[in-house]
Structure formats: C-alpha cells, structure tokens
C-alpha cells in the first residue's frame, strides 16, 4: 500500500506551470453535465481501506443516491493528480501526502479531504523479531528501506531521537518494496515502514514473528489522517448535493464493513479475485475497530489532530511554503447524525 510522493510533488509542478502556460490551444473540458457519474481512483492496489466502496456498491447504496459510480486505479502521477484535474470527483489519498497541494497561501492543486477512512495513523516500523528492533532506538546499526522523502525521514527521525537514539547511525537504504514480509523474511532489509492493517496482518497470518511499532505512540503529532477520501474542489462546489449523498452511500458501506467484516471481506475478493482472502478476511476484521474508533460516525475529522501534524511540517521546515492551519479538509459533506 506504500508509494511515494515524488510523482505527486512532480504532478504539483507540471500543473502549475502547465496553467500557467495555456495561452493558445486550451485543453478539452470534462463534460459535468451529469454529476450522477462519479469516478472514484484509488491510491494503490484493491485493499481492506477500499472495502466501504466495495460495499457500497455491491449492495447498491450508490444506486439507491441515484449514482453511477466508477472505481477505477491511480496513474502513475496518484490519485491526486487525477482528483485534481477532474478526471475523478473523489479518490484516496493521505493527508501526508496532500502537503504540496496545500502549503502556501493558495491551494497548488484543488482538493479537500472529505471523509477519514481510518480516524487513527496506524502506519510504523516493522522488523523481525529476531533483529530486536522493539523501539526506534534500536534502528542504530540497521538498515531501514527509505523511499527518500523529506517527511518521511524527518518523522523516522523524530522517532529515533525522541527514544534516546542517534538517526545518523540508521542505514537508510532507498528501497521500495511491495510485499514487506517476504523482504523482511530474505533479510533484504532490516527495517521498513508499514501500515500495519495490512503488512502487520499479513506477517500474523503468515506466522512470522515481528517487531513494530506506531508512529503515534512516539509522537502525538503522527496520529495524522492515514488514508482519507479527498474531493474535488470545483465538483464540491457545484455539485454539494451529489457529492453529500456519495458520501452518505460511503459511510453506509463502511458502517456495514464494521458489523459485517467477513461478509465485507467477501465483497472486496469478489470484486478483486488478485486480493488474497485469508489476508483480506483476516484484516478486515482488524479494521472493523480502527474505521470508526471512539468517533461520533465514521469519516469525522478532527480540526486539533489534523492541525497538529501541519504545524510539525511548518515548524520543521519540510514544506517550502508554511501550511495553513484549518484547510484541506472539511466535515460538512459527511451525513447528518
């Protein structure tokens, strides 16, 4: 479930000059005329973060809104890029990921997070056990695979000297791996970042013994939104009907991936025979307790807890132009309770 943020940082570039530059020939526009049809991307792979639009549209909550909705996967540039142009009207994406579109005094690229899909970071490091990496201290002297993000190093880095240790003594290796245990289990990486519904289920099942630690228990300000459901802004605007009754079907399809996780596991294989369903089954009933935690209703964010990990970006410096507290994302597109 992993992929970088190079694509979407270049993605960021080429919009803005490419507006910038459209004088003569101008480029063809989305034909809006029926905002019944919504394409929604996806920010990898079919997983158990998808399984509430699975839902939703196996059990016809997007037909009952009257909604033709597509789900269709990310190109090369993310699922931002796509949300942004209008290619798509909602996709996933991570509110780590969003800093380019944010920072500065205007949105580089028009998007906003409308629903959580999880309300807790459940992303952190992952090791086998043998390796005794129980604490980011003890990523001293291991090698960790780094998709070489400012970001990222700089939250690795907060980890390691929060815990006492030495960052410069972690051996960053640039590595991107898809299946996290099989790496761990051929010792071709000591250490790499996961999300643990999915990398951590997988290592359970398959009976192999890990370390791990969150991210959030290190640092409160890593409790950030991790995925999310992001809109875009031009559609929100015109459209804040179609776009609340989307996400009234959502939740109807999370909410029922929570009372139902075995039967919402069927749905997401039957819908993507490639995912493997002893895993699919196995995470989504670890997910059934993460999607709504202790919020009010799924999707809910919290103005504090999305604020928090900005203000890490600022005061750090990661972003080149400071973030706004209080934009990128929104509430009011969520039902009524």
Sequence with gaps: MDKKLT?????????????????????????????????????????????????????????????????VQPPDDGAETMVASGQAQFGVSFQDYMVPALAGEQKTMPITAVAAILQHNLSGIMSAKEKGIDRPKAMEGHSYATWELPIEQAILKRCVEADGGDFSKVELIPETIDDEVSALKADQIDSIWVYYGWAGINAEIKDFDINYFAFKDIDDAFDYYSPVIIANDDFLEDNPDTAKAFLAAVSKGYEYAIEHPDEAADILVEANPEVDAELAKASQEYLADEYQAEADQWGVFDAARWNKFYQFINDKGLSEAEIPMDTGFTNDYLPEK
Excluded at 25 to 35: G, I, K, R
């Design 7 to 71: 694509a979407i940082i270049t993605a960021v570039l080429m919009m803005v000059f490419g507006l910038a530059g459209c004088g003569g020939e101008s480029a063809p526009e989305e034909d809006s005329s029926d905002s019944s049809a919504i394409t929604f991307v996806l920010d990898w792979t079919p997983n158990t973060n998808h399984t509430g639009i699975y839902a939703a549209e196996k059990l016809g909550y997007f037909d009952e809104a009257g909604l033709n909705v597509e789900i």
